[in-house]
């Protein structure tokens, strides 16, 4: 995998990209490899499916893949149609209503939204941490900077959160507010902690800005460390601080089990059967985006859609790099949209 990242790396360093002439990604087209941008938890199956997509498909340049983070990632795909913008759109979350409309403005009218897998938000520790455990309200209570709009965040220890927890000073490595790893943070355990409080479901009724800055804003007082898009500096991270959790992707856990142990969230540790099947509260599904008006003009991108789906299966070679397979229906559908390229027509976003 190291190789390879270098080696797309150095592609990335001598692609010449000449003036696009046609902003519709049409003929006028003039890179001849795919580009990729996106989540840094995507990335790795990105990488993989491009190691597998350049050994069938000899002459075929290797495709770019990089770690931009979702938000940064959406930014950069929806600039704009043709050779100078990603084809791809690597995302730990689905894409939201106000990126949708971006690109729209933009001209990037035709996406193809394909969920590839399921992932978990992992909480984790070196193995000589302190054993503990943890729930969405103590986490949100430990990590928000205004908890409950009461006022700015002064809890120091784990203890003075919840009295069953050692008196270790609250240390979290995690995602910047660029990653979908973070929207994840945000949503699927930091609003359900708040939420515990039937008061911030009401100020969610009345006043959704202020319902999100209080649920969902970190505190900034070095508590919660942003250790940016780079999950495996998260991994080095805790090994030299025992103490400390770090917040990333199921597979980087699973990729470093004889370093790492895991943080239950409810009582619930994260493994793959208890993402797949939704039972882990932090699970949650990865998607990519493709640009249609580029599966034309890219050559290989629909080779590439391809290959991912010929490996997303339980057995399949993206499963052995730590992807949770989705279940069996939504693997059908998104099969079924690789090969008629269905556009999102952005309704349901959020």
Request: aromatic letters at 6%.
């Amino acid at each position: 995998m190291t190789k390879f990242a270098l080696f797309a790396a150095c592609a990335a360093s001598v692609i010449s990209l000449a003036a696009c002439g046609d902003q519709s990604g049409g003929a006028g087209a003039t890179r001849d490899q795919i580009r990729a941008v996106g989540s840094s938890t995507v990335y790795p199956f990105a990488t993989a499916v491009a190691e597998l997509f350049v050994q069938g498909n000899a002459g075929m340049k290797s495709p770019i893949i990089e770690s931009t983070g979702t938000g940064g990632g959406m930014k950069l795909f929806c600039a704009g149609v043709g050779a100078q913008h990603p084809d791809i759109e690597n995302a730990s979350r689905r894409m939201k209503k106000s990126e949708f409309d971006q690109c729209q403005a933009n001209g990037v009218k035709d996406i193809i939204e394909i969920q590839v897998g399921v992932d978990g938000l992992a909480f984790a520790q070196a193995k000589n941490g302190p054993a503990i455990a943890l729930t969405p309200k103590i986490v949100y209570e430990a990590l928000a900077a205004n908890p409950y709009g009461k006022g700015p965040n002064k809890a120091q220890t784990w203890k003075d959160v919840d009295p069953s927890l050692p008196p270790i000073t609250i240390s979290v490595f995690g995602p910047p507010s660029t990653s979908g790893t973070r929207d994840s943070l945000a949503e699927l355990i930091l609003e359900k902690g708040c939420q515990s409080d039937p008061a911030m479901k009401a100020l969610k009724d009345k006043n959704e800005d202020e319902y999100k800055a209080t649920c969902t804003r970190v505190r900034e007082d070095g508590k919660y460390v942003d250790s940016g898009e780079n999950d495996n500096l998260i991994v080095q991270k805790l090994g030299a601080n025992p103490n400390a959790v770090g917040v990333f992707g199921y597979s980087f856990l699973e990729e470093n089990k004889d370093s790492l142990k895991d943080v239950p969230i409810n009582g619930i540790q994260a493994t793959y059967e208890t993402v797949s099947t939704g039972q882990y509260p932090g699970a949650r599904p990865l998607y990519i985006y493709v640009k249609k008006a580029h599966m034309q003009a890219i050559p290989g991108l629909q080779n590439f859609l391809n290959v991912f789906a010929a490996n997303w299966n339980p057995d399949g070679a993206l499963t052995k790099r730590g992807m949770v397979a989705s279940p069996e229906e939504i693997r059908k559908k998104s099969a079924e949209t690789v090969k008629a390229l269905t556009v999102l027509n952005g309704a349901d976003l959020k």
